[in-house]
């Protein structure tokens, strides 16, 4: 046996233990019973408090096994609720988003066939109004800032190509005239003049034509839609 000065010492058991330690345990926890049991060798009494060890050892393990298996299971189930609650909520949306749709277009239904073509106009400010009369509105708003931009670039390019055809008219003018007296120049100008000023008004005419034909469609359209 081991000999130490601690004799009232009794060890726990832990991984580390030294053997002195070990025969310690055994010694205090296992004593002989009776004078016919003789006492275990040191070597004994270290393999059996090894195995208690190792016993131990599986045990805590399988309890942390069971602890951990345990927490994976909650946090699966906590993940698998607010899955579900996910789903829920979303299906409850897509719902409400759906009867929403739904009702807004039995709505425009009914406000078309009760106003006819610019509907969403007769419904501003009243409690007939809704997003899509909102939406039109908004979309005709853009129409218009479109067309006054699209009208005033046309109407500035034209201005600049008039100025450089009446720049090119005085020049082919002198050019042509040279050599008249100042009666019959005068008199081929203004006919020149009278040309120019007719082909003017059918390129304008053409482009009102071709406006309104534009315009026309778009409300044919809207009609439709």
């Not at 055809?165 to 050019?175: G, K, P, Q, Y």
Request: glycine fraction near 4%; charged fraction near 40%.
């Amino acid at each position: 046996m081991f000999s130490t000065n601690t004799a009232a010492y009794v060890p726990k058991l832990y991984p580390e233990m030294p053997d002195w330690e070990k025969v310690k345990y055994y010694e205090f926890h296992f004593p002989p019973l009776g004078k016919s049991n003789k006492p275990v060798s040191d070597f004994q009494a270290i393999g059996f408090v090894n195995e208690l060890l190792l016993q131990e050892k599986l045990a805590y393990e399988e309890r942390v096994r069971i602890r951990e298996e345990k927490k994976k299971t909650k946090e699966d189930n906590k993940r698998e609720e607010e899955a579900k609650k996910r789903e829920e909520e979303a299906k409850k949306k897509q719902a409400e988003e759906d009867k929403k749709r739904i009702k807004e277009e039995a709505h425009v239904a009914a406000m078309r066939k009760k106003y006819g073509y610019g509907w969403e106009n007769d419904v501003d400010g009243t409690d007939e109004d809704c997003p899509t009369a909102y939406e039109l509105r908004l979309e005709w708003e853009r129409e218009d800032e479109y067309q006054r931009i699209s009208a005033a670039e046309a109407y500035e390019q034209q201005m600049d190509k008039e100025e450089h055809e009446n720049a090119l008219f005085n020049v082919r003018m002198e050019l042509e005239t040279r050599g008249m007296t100042q009666s019959v120049k005068q008199a081929y100008i203004q006919e020149k003049r009278v040309d120019i000023i007719a082909k003017r008004w059918e390129r304008e005419v053409e482009i009102e034509a071709a406006f309104y034909e534009e315009g026309q469609q778009i409300c044919r359209a809207m009609q439709i839609v």
